[in-house]
């Protein structure tokens, strides 16, 4: 089955054909660095987290291309930006502040395993790119200068509102869309802004001193790093109107060419029907949701829903997601102590491994269904079944025998493969994040074990009290014991 993805530009699934072969190049909206990321946040960017993944787990070579807004994002018909203004608040410069929150971000895409970008381009940095696409449009007559800013005419581009489905004679002023004397119309939107004295952030361009509007940036950005037609622009599905179709017009009048092949965007994360936000006030940094839930419980909270779905948030909700995480990763985690010992025989069981080959196919086939995570996870708790009945045959009233190496060897590499690599919720499994994370479960893990150990010995020497005491630490820290006629297991509360 081939991969098949739902293209929101033409609103129906399609087969993915990349450009050029071997090859994909995709470009994501990425943060505005003005605040601490919240789990609002980690549902989008690890929703294309997993899709980056798996489109190199096909073989394919991906150019990411993530963007950082640090100018432009206008508010209001003032023109001053969350940047600015934050700023001003904190008393710092807004750079200064840009790359507080912009180390923020990536500490926390690190945290949750979300692989880094390979390109991550700041709009500051690429204000001669902007100006030179704004002086194209111009040349074309798809803009008009005013007063010191410049609007794009919507007017002059007839596929304006493709992707939204929104009629331009339907549409009106609000929001980020501002009305103001000086434009010709209501739904033009600013490419270029004039800068007042005040305006921090400021650059010169041919129509005076001033900063970009917050579309141009992304068009400018990704037509530098993927060409002015690339293979997938995602996102969220918030932005699709009014950002993502002022992208499409300003890029394709300017080049006359399709500007992004496939968009795939993702749903919001909720809160009792509304979407998680800041202004709202309804929303949890990542930060904090990581000092009480383990990154890859966050990860299978996320992908719990299908990306282009929203995502109900709530505290029963994420502590049900940690819990079945964890009987998902339960059988992996004890095939790697298993592989610890030296006493397993050597060998494997070739229909178990050819069981395993079933499961790899429903896995990708899910996968190959528009990036269909829950429907893989569904496979990975099918695994986990199967796993557990061969581990633990006397819980099925089988017979005692053992599994050998080989057979354990082949059920750990696909879990790393496939819980792993693709979906990132193994443990430090297929992570590219910073050095000191590697190898931090395996580690942990390893503690864990030495605890049991000790706790047996205490048994052992009818010393109850230290037994006890070593069981009720770890419950505290999450961690559960279990006695049977095999020894103690653990898993995570």
């Not at 050029?20 to 990321?37: E, F, I, K």
């Not at 390893?446 to 009720?472: F, H, M, P, V, Y």
């Amino acid at each position: 089955m081939p991969l098949v993805v739902y293209n929101s530009l033409t609103r129906r699934k399609e087969e993915f054909l990349p450009l050029h072969p071997g090859r994909v190049n995709l470009y994501v909206c990425g943060p505005t660095a003005y605040d601490h990321a919240h789990i609002g946040h980690a549902r989008t960017y690890v929703a294309f987290d997993v899709i980056v993944r798996y489109l190199r787990y096909l073989g394919y070579k991906v150019r990411y291309v993530q963007n950082i807004t640090d100018v432009g994002h206008l508010l209001d018909d003032s023109g001053e930006d969350r940047v600015t203004r934050r700023a001003a608040r904190e008393r710092v410069e807004p750079m200064e502040l840009v790359e507080t929150y912009a180390r923020s971000y990536f500490e926390d895409m690190d945290a949750l395993g979300v692989v880094r970008p390979d390109i991550s381009p700041r709009a500051s940095g690429h204000i001669p790119e902007q100006i030179e696409l704004i002086k194209k449009l111009l040349e074309k007559g798809h803009a008009y200068a005013a007063d010191g800013s410049v609007y794009f005419d919507v007017r002059s581009f007839p596929d304006y509102g493709k992707l939204s489905g929104r009629r331009l004679e339907d549409q009106e002023a609000s929001g980020r869309v501002e009305a103001r004397e000086e434009k010709r119309h209501p739904e033009d939107f600013a490419l270029w802004k004039k800068a007042g004295p005040e305006h921090i952030l400021q650059w010169p361009s041919p129509w005076g001193w001033g900063f970009p509007g917050w579309h141009i940036e992304c068009s400018a950005m990704a037509g530098k790093y993927l060409g002015e037609t690339f293979d997938i622009h995602g996102g969220g599905l918030d932005n699709i109107f009014p950002h993502n179709e002022s992208e499409i017009a300003q890029s394709e009048a300017a080049h006359g060419k399709p500007f992004a092949r496939y968009w795939l965007l993702a749903g919001p994360l909720m809160v009792n029907g509304v979407k998680m936000s800041k202004s709202l006030n309804n929303f949890i940094r990542i930060k904090d949701a990581l000092e009480t839930y383990r990154p890859e419980a966050l990860r299978y909270f996320m992908l719990s829903g299908h990306y282009r779905n929203p995502v109900d948030f709530s505290e029963v909700a994420l502590r049900g997601a940690a819990r079945g995480w964890d009987r998902v990763i339960a059988p992996a985690r004890t095939v790697r102590e298993r592989l610890l010992s030296e006493e397993l025989a050597e060998g494997s069981d070739e229909a178990f491994l050819r069981v395993l080959e079933e499961y790899k196919a429903g896995f990708v086939a899910a996968m190959n269904d528009d990036f269909n995570a829950p429907a893989a996870l569904a496979v990975l708790f099918e695994l986990t079944r199967t796993v557990n009945s061969l581990l633990h045959p006397e819980e099925d009233g089988g017979g005692a025998s053992q599994p050998g190496r080989g057979t354990l060897e082949a059920i750990d590499a696909l879990y790393r493969e496939l819980a792993g690599g693709v979906l990132g919720i193994l443990p430090e499994a297929g992570r590219r994040g910073r050095p000191d994370r590697e190898g931090r479960a395996e580690r942990e893990a390893g503690l864990i074990r030495l605890l049991i150990e000790l706790r047996t010995e205490a048994r052992q020497n009818k010393n109850w009290g230290l037994s006890d005491t070593i069981r009720d630490r770890l419950a505290y820290l999450g961690v559960v014991l279990e006695d049977g006629k095999e020894g103690t297991r653990w898993r995570y509360q």
